[in-house]
């Protein structure tokens, strides 16, 4: 079961845990919003037409995103699976995604979706000190993840496992390997 999708509000821990599973399970961690802040950090075209996006915390358009996010799946190193962290984000991406994967006759195994209380995950951001970190931003981001992005627990009902997203690092790498089965 290598095919992950990692689902949660930001700052739920989701990016150190697909840091940890990526090497528990020896298959690649994939963040869109690192794929972003790379671009952005080397100064490309696609980095410059996200910035805005990423500043004031709103989705990067899907055209933009589910092509970067083909281009990555296309590279031999996900052909054992991957863990996706911050993808898809809406129904349209989950969508694409389901497409990408079927063109090599592949689907997700599963979704693991991190809960955790808004509060505790706004105090957590701010402490964090990226630069989309402000408080307003943090609000925008929380309230886009309930809107756009919560939807797709439903969307993918039959392959979601749910973990609690409070605790230690590895007591949740823990719960989520369980939940899987591992
Ligand atoms: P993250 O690192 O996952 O918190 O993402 C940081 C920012 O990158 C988000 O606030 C969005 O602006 C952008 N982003 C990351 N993933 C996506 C996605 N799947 N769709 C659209 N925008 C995204």
Do not use: C, W
């Amino acid at each position: 079961m290598t095919r992950l999708v990692l689902v949660g509000p930001p700052g739920a821990g989701k990016g150190t845990q697909a840091g940890t599973l990526s090497a528990k399970l020896g298959v690649p961690h994939i963040s869109t919003g690192d794929l972003f802040r790379a671009h952005i950090g080397d100064g490309t075209e696609l980095g410059r037409s996200v910035q805005a996006y990423l500043d004031e915390g709103q989705l990067v358009p899907d055209e933009v995103t589910n092509e970067m996010v083909r281009e990555r799946l296309a590279e031999q190193d996900t052909k054992g699976g991957f863990i996706l962290d911050g993808f898809p984000r809406n129904i349209p991406q989950a969508e694409v995604l389901a497409k990408i994967l079927a063109e090599s006759g592949h689907k997700l195994d599963a979704v693991v979706q991190f809960q955790i209380d808004e509060d505790v995950v706004v105090a957590r951001l701010l402490g964090r000190g990226r630069k989309d970190d402000n408080e307003e931003v943090i609000r925008h981001r929380q309230h886009v993840y309930r809107s756009e992005t919560e939807p797709l627990l439903n969307f993918y009902r039959d392959i979601v496992v749910t973990v609690d997203a409070v605790g230690e690092v590895d007591e949740v790498t823990n719960r989520v390997l369980n939940a899987l089965d591992k």
